[in-house]
């Protein structure tokens, strides 16, 4: 009843995200405040990062910005429109270099160049320019794609229509920042309820007589899209927007080291209030375009900027009951329910405990008085209990060793690595034994990162599970539509359109299909690994038909602990019924080759040892990016063995006694056609 209870009160913040969306957005007008709404995706957002169960294709995790609207025309991005990595203290900073230096193989000794921007709270807007004319204008969208509002865009002076430099770009994407000055609010402030959602309302005008009408400014800070553009590094970037006729944050700055770094966040955060528009912190840029290209995306955001935020909010509140929630994979969760309590101006009701561990090592208990801190797009957390004000009736919360769900018993895995036991405790029911596994699998399954089902969200998930309509993800693909028209809430139209977005869901690619089971260990790096190995669905199909999973072992990047985790689940024969019922419903579509006809096509390699400026991350792209693949292991399939420094000795007398060539970091260069 607790989990119900839980599911419950998130499913209604998924509610109310929903409607404070719809008027956020689409209607130009807000029911809650800006610090409100924000806090409220927040919530969510780490609500699902820590209890993987708590999903919903209406949460912010599922778009970058918002789903573009019915009154505008969808166009789609060039080059995504990506979020950012978030840091909130000197290590997170710490971490994020020490990532780039080992990613590109550089030593501590070198520095980076960051350009360092204040990150405006405004809306996103992208400018497209074609032989210097302005020719379209964007919204952010989903970062993928974005709403056309270039009528809109066209009346905020700060958006040149047209560029004659001679270096501008014979077409370039320009983006930035759409926002209201502070001082310009107070004279428009009844009509909306900050800065931000002015700004948001008036670009999604139909009329653009009436936007016309918004104190709008525009900030550029970036580019997507380019050809013809000869600038090397971000600050020349910015110096040469400025030339070209746009607006850039006066408080750009280009600086090395992080502790100068955090100087410039200490006192950018201390003038915070004197600026004239709202910012939230700084974002960090490698400034050299070549180490940016370098260093590229990983998953949903650039290996090559962070997002500094601004400090945290904290206050004092008292925990009233703990609560677990339990995850697709079967982690179970402690949540915190506290006194609502006003952290910057946000009432707060729920803190996260991450774990028993961290339970037991705070000694957190029912009834403490307890410090709750909330920083960015971190949800409360419980920092302290204040023993003084610790009462009698305090109680123990004894975490459960059987779950709460099931019954079945809960274990903590042993990590082989750190020869430790893990700190999160999880349900041992295998497949869809266990209900609230079952439904948040389901949940997983027609997400928007899955198979992306538009209209099928978490409620519908819970009640198709309640009247058993759905019971398992293939049940989904033959649904009883008549049935369902006649449920209370629906109709013959809405019936009609959640058949249609199932029915053109039903061909999918194969990275998406391997992601959408759920598989622990299996995200979307390593669905997307696996699928770029075995190529088609019908090699996916045959490992559970064959059980030939030895061959996996050549994949780079896929080790022991995920090949467990397949054959876990292939183990299960409710998880082979479900494959199999699935495989006739679906069009799984094989993957696409990119670059075919790269300099190291049909070629397969391996590293051993230190290579010379560059990392193993970074030449393993160079080989994928060029149509050749990496392997895991000396076998007959390898091509040649890159040896660096201080190279594995077993591995090149294997690859002698093979017949595999064995060449240096040189000889690799050379095939590529570049110089070490």
């Known amino acids: 009843m607790k989990n119900y209870v839980i599911k419950k009160k998130y499913l209604e913040k998924i509610n109310k995200f929903k409607d404070s969306s719809k008027y956020y957005y689409e209607k130009s007008s807000p029911k809650i405040i ?39 025309e969808k166009i789609k991005h060039k080059v995504p429109m990506l979020s950012l990595g978030n840091a909130f203290n000197e290590e997170d900073l710490v971490n994020f270099e020490k990532k780039i230096f080992n990613f590109l193989s550089l030593k501590n000794i070198e520095s980076i160049e960051y350009s360092a921007e204040p990150k405006i709270d405004g809306i996103s807007a992208s400018l497209i320019y074609k032989n210097g004319k302005f020719i379209k204008g964007l919204s952010r969208g989903d970062g993928k794609e974005g709403e056309n509002i270039t009528e809109n865009l066209k009346t905020i002076k700060d958006i040149p229509m047209a560029i004659e430099a001679k270096n501008f770009p014979k077409e370039i994407d320009i983006r930035g920042e759409v926002f209201i000055q502070n ?24 009329n653009p007589s009436i936007t016309s009408k918004i104190p709008l400014k525009f900030i550029a800070y970036t580019h997507g899209y380019e050809e013809g553009m000869k600038i ?40 915070r209030k004197e600026i004239n528009f709202d910012i939230d912190g700084i974002v960090y840029k490698v400034d050299s375009f070549e180490l940016q290209k370098r260093l590229g995306f990983a998953a949903n955001a650039p290996r090559w900027a962070i997002a500094h935020k601004f400090s945290a909010n904290s206050s004092v509140s008292e925990i009233l009951n703990i609560e677990i929630q339990i995850g697709r994979t079967g982690a179970l969760t402690p949540v915190a329910k506290i006194k609502p309590v006003n952290i910057g101006g946000v009432m707060v009701s729920n803190a996260t405990l991450h774990n028993e561990d961290e339970i037991n090592r705070k000694d957190i208990r029912i009834k403490d008085t307890v410090t709750i801190e909330r920083a960015g797009d971190v949800i409360p957390h419980v920092i302290s209990v204040d023993l003084k004000k610790r009462k009698k009736n305090s109680k123990k919360f004894i975490f459960p060793v059987n779950c709460p769900s099931c019954g079945s018993k809960t274990v903590k895995d042993f990590n082989e690595l750190t020869k430790k036991q893990d700190a999160v405790r999880r349900c041992t029911s295998e497949g869809y034994d266990c209900e609230k596994i079952a439904i948040e699998k389901i949940k997983h399954f027609v997400s928007k990162e899955a198979f992306n089902i538009d209209g099928f969200g978490k409620k519908i998930v819970e009640n198709f599970w309640k009247i058993n309509l759905v019971k398992l993800p293939q049940h989904i693909f033959k649904l009883d539509f008549k049935k369902i028209k006649l449920l209370e809430g629906w109709g013959e139209l809405s019936a009609s359109n959640l058949k249609f977005s199932i029915d053109k869901k039903k061909t999918i690619s194969l990275e998406r299909f391997i992601y959408s089971l759920g598989i622990r260990h299996i995200g979307q790096e390593n669905a997307k690994l696996l699928a ?5 669905s019908n090699n996916f199909f045959k ?3 064959n059980e030939s999973f030895n061959d996996l072992l050549n994949i780079d990047g896929i080790g022991d602990t995920q090949i467990k985790s397949i054959k ?15 495989k006739e419903s679906l069009l799984i579509n094989n993957v696409v080759q990119f670059n075919n006809n790269g300099l190291l096509k049909n070629k397969t390699f391996m590293l051993t040892g230190k290579l010379t400026g560059v990392s193993r991350a970074e030449a393993k792209s160079l080989i994928e990016k060029n149509s050749g693949k990496i392997i895991s292991n000396v076998s007959k399939k390898l091509d040649y063995l890159i040896i660096g420094e201080k190279p594995t000795t077993k591995k090149i007398n294997n690859a002698k006694k093979l017949n595999i060539n064995v060449i240096n970091q040189n000889e690799w260069m050379k095939m590529l056609n570049k110089t070490s």
């Open 532 to 536: 770029g190995h075995l190529k088609s």
């Open 543 to 545: 490992l559970f038909q």
């Open 34 to 72: 800006d610090s409100e709404f924000d806090s409220l995706k927040i919530e969510i957002l780490k609500l699902e990062k820590k209890y993987k169960f708590l999903k919903s294709e209406y949460s912010p995790a599922n778009i970058v910005g918002y789903k573009p609207s019915k009154n505008f």
């Open 568 to 582: 876990n689940f292939l183990s299960n024969r409710t998880n082979l019924k479900v494959l199999s019922e699935l």
């Open 232 to 271: 090397n590094t971000q600050s020349n970037f910015l110096k040469n927007l400025k030339i070209w006729g746009f607006k850039t944050n006066p408080l750009n700055r280009t600086i090395k080291g992080i502790k100068n770094l955090i100087l410039n966040h200490e006192n950018l955060e201390k003038k």
């Open 183 to 206: 001082n310009d609010f107070e004279k428009i402030n009844e009509k909306f309820a900050n800065p931000r959602n002015a700004a948001s309302g008036s670009l999604r005008q139909k």
